[in-house]
């Protein structure tokens, strides 16, 4: 039987970290961003789960239809929301800018394992060195 000297506490570093949460989602500046329906989205996986048990890009193409260019979807795991752009001028500024907008920490584990620790995956000065090295290969 568990002691109320070990609930306690544990209960109530889980509602410290739940309201933490919270507050941190309620200052977000993605939230005036629209959102992909909520009834779409699963309690855990959010809306990545079904777009995973779709055809690549159908619920993409779907919310971008009822949304518009710009919207973010709910992540799995209770993660920050996922931004999608799918305006041409969106895209062309965030890669065209790429040292102002950082890579997902989620993304990093993918592409490690994918391509390795290559131009894909370094950032910041790294990425400015890997880029001029390969640069005469593309011209």
């Not at 048990?53 to 996922?82: C, H, T």
């Not at 907008?101 to 993304?107: D, G, H, I, N, T």
Request: net charge positive; proline share 6%; with cysteine.
């Amino acid at each position: 039987m568990l002691s109320v000297g070990v609930v306690l506490p544990v209960s109530l570093t889980l509602l410290f970290v739940l309201l933490v949460r919270f507050i941190q989602a309620r200052k977000d500046p993605a939230r005036k961003i629209r959102c992909a329906p909520w009834s779409d989205a699963h309690w855990l996986w959010g809306h990545e789960f079904i777009e995973w048990q779709n055809e690549i890009g159908k619920m993409y193409s779907k919310w971008a239809m009822a949304l518009g260019p710009v919207y973010r979807i709910k992540a799995s795991f209770f993660k920050r929301d996922i931004i999608i752009a799918t305006d041409n001028f969106a895209v062309h500024h965030i890669h065209a800018n790429t040292y102002r907008y950082p890579k997902a920490p989620e993304f990093l584990p993918i592409v490690e394992s994918q391509l390795g620790k290559g131009i894909v995956y370094v950032s910041g000065d790294e990425h400015r060195r890997q880029r001029r090295l390969l640069a005469p290969a593309f011209t």
